[in-house]
């Protein structure tokens, strides 16, 4: 398969390249490195069994349309975005401008060079919006009624995703991700509570818990998740599917594992709570396992350890 990964330098698309280098397929890299890391990708880069080419661009730009039909990919995993929901809600025009106008330069690019299919990452914490607590976890049939931009940007590259496959005969998959985490994670920016946590404990440092730290989440390996990217490939088309544990875990509960991991008897710190954060957040995984055969395998602990052992590494700055 010739795979194109739109944001591979980031932290889930870097890890989704290694998986599919590994399994043997021709792979492009498109990512303007705004927050992406020419890193993440040193050791893929450097095999030279490897057929993978990296392309500095950002999705915004028209040549990525002439760009994909250069390079005819089968399959294009759509990462690349606008992440931080403050971001959206300070400028969204910005965020529109890289999640909805890029991604339909990437779906433009996908329809000129007869791409086969479109695997998207849509957000599972935003999409659906406030969800009721007996609705938890959130299945895919719950009304989408997104409370951010970046939560309504996702929703839109879905209906466009819809649209295309109507008129274009482009297939997708949509995978709604949950708290996904793991190595790579950037312990410095406003998203991502594994890897900052793990960045303040090995630093000695005290987490901050905004809140009470009740608030939950549903926290998702990125090998995990990335095993589902690779599975949609050829299968659930048309599909939106969640791709989470079906579980919560609330924010002091989260510190209180890594603390244990990390050997680290630091006190959190509490700072006030955060307007507009979601109380509860979790995603029903039923439907990926009957469309994908797909599972979380990876629990908590484990997973968090090995973002401890990642942030340990002596080549890695904390």
Same mark, same amino acid.
């Given at each position: 398969m010739?795979?194109?990964?739109?944001?591979g330098?980031?932290?889930?698309g870097?890890?989704?390249?290694?998986r599919?280098?590994?399994?043997?397929?021709?792979?492009?890299?498109?990512?303007?490195?705004?927050?992406g890391?020419?890193?993440n990708?040193?050791?893929?880069?450097?095999d030279?069994?490897?057929?993978?080419?990296?392309?500095?661009?950002?999705?915004?730009?028209?040549?990525?349309?002439?760009?994909? $039909?250069?390079?005819r990919?089968?399959?294009?995993?759509?990462l690349?975005? @606008?992440?931080?929901v403050?971001?959206?809600?300070?400028n969204?025009?910005?965020?529109?401008?890289?999640?909805?106008?890029?991604?339909?330069?990437?779906?433009e690019?996908?329809?000129?060079?007869?791409?086969?299919?479109?695997?998207f990452?849509?957000?599972?914490?935003?999409?659906y919006g406030?969800?009721?607590?007996?609705?938890?976890?959130?299945?895919?049939?719950?009304? @989408?009624?997104p409370?951010?931009?970046?939560?309504?940007?996702k929703k839109?590259?879905g209906?466009?995703?819809?649209?295309?496959?109507?008129l274009?005969?482009?297939?997708?998959?949509?995978?709604?991700l949950?708290?996904?985490?793991g190595p790579? @994670?950037?312990?410095?920016?406003?998203?991502?509570v594994?890897?900052?946590?793990a960045?303040?404990?090995l630093?000695?440092?005290p987490?901050?818990?905004?809140?009470?730290?009740?608030?939950?989440r549903?926290?998702?390996f990125?090998?995990?998740?990335?095993?589902?990217? $690779?599975r949609?490939?050829?299968?659930?088309?048309?599909?939106?599917?969640?791709v989470?544990?079906? @579980?919560e875990?609330s924010?002091?509960?989260?510190?209180?594992?890594?603390?244990?991991?990390?050997g680290v008897?630091?006190?959190?710190?509490?700072?006030?709570?955060?307007?507009?954060e979601l109380a509860?957040?979790?995603?029903?995984?039923?439907?990926?396992?009957?469309?994908l055969?797909?599972k979380p395998w990876?629990?908590?602990p484990?997973?968090?350890?090995?973002?401890?052992?990642?942030?340990?590494?002596a080549?890695?700055p $904390?």
């Amino acid at each position: 398969m010739r795979a194109l990964v739109t944001g591979g330098a980031g932290f889930i698309g870097s890890t989704l390249v290694d998986r599919l280098l590994a399994e043997g397929h021709a792979v492009d890299v498109v990512d303007d490195l705004s927050s992406g890391k020419l890193a993440n990708l040193a050791a893929a880069r450097a095999d030279r069994s490897h057929a993978l080419t990296f392309h500095q661009l950002d999705i915004r730009d028209p040549s990525l349309v002439d760009l994909m $039909v250069r390079r005819r990919p089968e399959v294009v995993f759509h990462l690349a975005a @606008q992440i931080d929901v403050r971001v959206s809600v300070a400028n969204p025009v910005l965020d529109a401008q890289i999640n909805v106008i890029g991604s339909l330069n990437v779906l433009e690019g996908a329809r000129a060079s007869g791409v086969q299919k479109v695997v998207f990452a849509s957000s599972g914490g935003t999409i659906y919006g406030e969800v009721a607590d007996a609705d938890l976890p959130a299945k895919e049939t719950h009304p @989408q009624v997104p409370l951010s931009p970046y939560g309504v940007s996702k929703k839109v590259v879905g209906d466009y995703l819809t649209a295309y496959r109507e008129l274009h005969q482009l297939e997708y998959t949509a995978l709604a991700l949950a708290n996904v985490f793991g190595p790579r @994670q950037d312990p410095h920016g406003e998203a991502g509570v594994v890897a900052i946590f793990a960045g303040k404990l090995l630093a000695g440092e005290p987490c901050t818990i905004f809140g009470d730290g009740a608030q939950t989440r549903d926290y998702v390996f990125v090998d995990d998740v990335v095993d589902a990217f $690779v599975r949609a490939s050829d299968r659930g088309s048309g599909l939106l599917l969640n791709v989470g544990t079906g @579980q919560e875990t609330s924010v002091v509960e989260l510190h209180r594992i890594m603390a244990e991991a990390a050997g680290v008897p630091v006190a959190p710190a509490f700072a006030p709570a955060r307007s507009g954060e979601l109380a509860r957040s979790c995603l029903d995984p039923g439907r990926a396992a009957i469309h994908l055969g797909w599972k979380p395998w990876t629990t908590l602990p484990v997973g968090t350890a090995a973002v401890l052992d990642y942030f340990r590494s002596a080549d890695t700055p $904390v």
